[in-house]
């Protein structure tokens, strides 16, 4: 796919230059490819085009070797090459869409599982999946752009943003998410669910929030059920005796705000205000 895309940015480049028009050779890709989308707390997406990034640094690239300035080349964007996919085949249109999330998985320390681990355990045990549900599903860490990501049946990634950071709800918060797509895998089967998300995609504009069908039934969940997981969190936080250590408080560094279950003390949060979600951390009075 790599390849594929690198050569489809040099044919573009050849082919379809604007003279009118120049960037630097020391122009910025991800600025200017990527984007940040936060559709809910407990998810966030860095997207980036990846036709875009490929002509992008192909276009830096021969720049520098002409020793001058190049002209602007506009690359296909996601839906574009989705579509083209998409005529071959729905994996290949799906497989577009994971390859924009997914950067690399990395390689981690023995040990470094056990919040995986917990945050499934911490599912089962507030009933909200089955044990049975996990059975064949593997769960790693990944270097990927979004919080979380099931590119295959029976796989999800997480963030190893949260490696180590001891975030047993958010990470299960986003451990229940993709299993909802789990189980969307499974009723659907494979390759019906990937060429439904792959056309829900292209029908609402390449989201991947509440306007695309199959997203909107996980971030369902998580409405339904994130306040049963911080519950969940904070009766393991009592039960090891650190009843002190949660807070119903959200402070921030222009106010705070009260939540109806508590957290553990440290831990980020959000409170509503008329400039949008400001940031802080749960604390005790």
Partial sequence: MTIRLAVLGFFLFFSFVEMAASDSCEKDCNAECCQTIRITPWDKNTV????CKTTCEASKSACKLSGGALPTVAAPNTIELVEKALRASCASGFEVITKSVILSQGSYA???????????SLLVAAGLFGAREFDGVSIRWGRITAEGIAPDRDTIFISENYLGSNDLYSVATILGHEMIHVRQYRNLGTDNFKCEYTRKYLDCGACQDNGHPLEAEAYQWNTENNGTVANAVNSAAMNGGNQSNVGYTCYTPVGYCQYPSPAPVGWQCECSSPQGL???VFGTP
Avoid: F
Wanted: aromatic share 6%; glycine share 12%; net charge negative.
């Fill in 278 to 280: 400001i940031y802080g």
């Fill in 110 to 120: 023995a040990g470094s599982e056990v919040l995986l681990n917990d945050a499934k």
């Fill in 48 to 51: 980036c085009e990846p036709a």
